[in-house]
């Protein structure tokens, strides 16, 4: 099994430019979720997801757009990359009834000039 | 809503022990912690469901007192594998289940030294 697979692993942008981060799982997992990095803030919250065709917000949701529109794929949209999001993303992925571990992708660094 | 997590950094010997402190303002229905090692991503440790259970494996063990929503995690005679940034997610209940919105700490780091 793969478990979690982001991509892309890095990317560059410019002020203004939309991008879209891929995830996907292979687990069957419902439960899958976003988290930016930054340092000395640990780990944000940006969206999450309890199941095909259900979204919710986080701690820092604002300028990030989601949508499940199946169970393995979790998509995290920049519409107008800001300096701000300059950041490294984690797509994580959870069973159990979402009471379970959290698996996390690799990651993708993006930096935003 | 975010948890608080103490010391932010600890450095060790080799076989010493530590702990880290989470604590938060709300009450929890369960507290997940993981380890982060530079360029890596997060690794699970160990999850507690509230109801004061205590966890462990090998030298690393966690419990989770849920009146005073708090958790503490444990290492003993430490190893150089230990170092890393450890974080702890804390998630909020909606009466006898979850929310589902896990909520990370800021990191403590650990850094053990030969």
């Known amino acids: 099994n793969a478990g979690v697979t982001q991509t892309p692993k890095f990317q560059v942008l410019k002020t203004g430019q939309s991008m879209t981060l891929q995830c996907a799982q292979d687990?069957?997992?419902?439960?899958m979720s976003w988290y930016r990095q930054d340092p000395g803030m640990g780990l944000r919250l940006i969206h999450y997801?309890?199941?095909?065709?259900?979204?919710d917000q986080g701690e820092v949701p604002n300028g990030y757009n989601v949508s499940r529109s199946t169970t393995e794929d979790f998509p995290l949209r920049l519409l107008s990359a800001a300096p701000s999001q300059t950041s490294v993303y984690f797509c994580?992925?959870?069973?159990?009834?979402?009471?379970?571990?959290?698996?996390f992708g690799e990651g993708s660094r993006l930096t935003v000039l | 809503q975010q948890p608080v997590q103490s010391p932010q950094a600890v450095i060790l010997r080799e076989g010493e022990d530590a702990v880290i402190n989470c604590s938060s303002s709300?009450?929890?229905?369960?507290v997940h912690w993981y380890r982060q090692k530079h360029g890596e991503a997060p690794v699970f440790l160990m999850i507690?469901?509230?109801?004061?259970e205590q966890k462990g494996h090998d030298k690393i063990s966690a419990s989770f007192n849920e009146k005073k929503q708090q958790s503490s995690l444990y290492l003993t005679a430490s190893q150089l594998s230990y170092s890393g940034t450890y974080f702890c997610?804390?998630?909020?209940?909606?009466?006898?289940?979850?929310?589902?919105?896990?909520?990370f700490g800021q990191g403590t780091t650990l850094q053990v030294k030969p």
């Open positions: 997801s309890v199941g095909a065709g259900i979204t």
């Open positions: 994580a992925s959870r069973g159990q009834e979402h009471t379970g571990e959290l698996f």
């Open positions: 997610g804390t998630e909020l209940g909606h009466g006898s289940s979850n929310t589902g919105k896990l909520i």
């Open positions: 687990m069957n997992h419902e439960y």
């Open positions: 709300k009450a929890l229905y369960s």
């Open positions: 507690l469901l509230k109801g004061g």
